[in-house]
T-cell receptor, first 118, second 111 residues
Framework: DAGVIQSPRHEVTEMGQEVTLRCKPI?????LFWYRQTMMRGLELLIY????????DSGMPEDRFSAKMPNASFSTLKIQPSEPRDSAVYFC????????????????FGEGSRLTVL | SQQGEEDPQALSIQEGENATMNCSYK?????LQWYRQNSGRGLVHLIL?????REKHSGRLRVTLDTSKKSSSLLITASRAADTASYFC???????????FGAGTQVVVTP
């Protein structure tokens, strides 16, 4: 049974370039979350989707960041243009959330995409 | 901003010893969860405790929750070298799965 799949695992790019991170959630899960992890700030929730609809994007740092979920099996996080301070590990996680908010509660994380912006 | 704060930040123990780490949070919660992260890997869910529960066990893990003190503890009994990892608490305020993570406790278990 495949878990959450993220790509690429590692990305090194130069400042100003566009970066696209991809995520395939676990089949049957209807909530998807993008987190960013750095030593300085720990794990930060960037955005989350429920049934492909963005519910809360208050954690997105600025307009350079955008996320989409065109269907239940795919999501992207795009940074354009990238800056050195965007260097971090970006995690995608998925879960099942019921219509009234109930669900198993636990998140299933991918292995992360380590981004380095030079 | 982070909801949970773990204590200690780092813990070094020998195999067979117990490891205890604590988590404090600021606002009311629906549930509190603990996750483990091995170096260079994603987070793995360990255990969930709901706001109306006080204690929960899973294998060698024991979690307690004190909502009056807004705190939780994770105990790993008879630790093994494979338990070496970072451990994070995460709070869910509304059961929608939007978790706020603490800074984590780095645990090193030496053989």
């Amino acid at each position: 049974d495949a878990g959450v799949i993220q790509s690429p695992r590692h990305e090194v790019t130069e400042m100003g370039q566009e970066v696209t991170l991809r995520c395939k959630p676990i089949s049957g899960h209807n909530s998807l979350f993008w987190y960013r992890q750095t030593m300085m700030r720990g794990l930060e929730l960037l955005i989350y989707f429920n049934n492909n609809v963005p519910i809360d994007d208050s954690g997105m740092p600025e307009d350079r960041f955008s996320a989409k979920m065109p269907n239940a099996s795919f999501s992207t996080l795009k940074i354009q243009p990238s800056e050195p301070r965007d260097s971090a590990v970006y995690f995608c996680a998925s879960s099942f959330t019921g219509t009234s908010g109930g669900g198993t509660g636990e998140l299933f994380f991918g292995e992360g995409s380590r981004l380095t912006v030079l | 901003s982070q909801q949970g704060e773990e204590d200690p930040q780092a813990l070094s123990i020998q195999e067979g010893e117990n490891a205890t780490m604590n988590c404090s949070y600021k606002t009311s919660i629906n549930n509190l969860q603990w996750y483990r992260q091995n170096s260079g890997r994603g987070l793995v869910h360990l255990i969930l405790i709901r706001s109306n529960e006080r204690e929960k066990h899973s294998g060698r893990l024991r979690v307690t929750l004190d909502t009056s003190k807004k705190s939780s503890s994770l105990l790993i009994t008879a630790s093994r070298a494979a338990d070496t990892a970072s451990y994070f608490c995460a709070t869910d305020a509304n059961s929608w799965g939007k978790l706020q993570f603490g800074a984590g406790t780095q645990v090193v278990v030496t053989p």
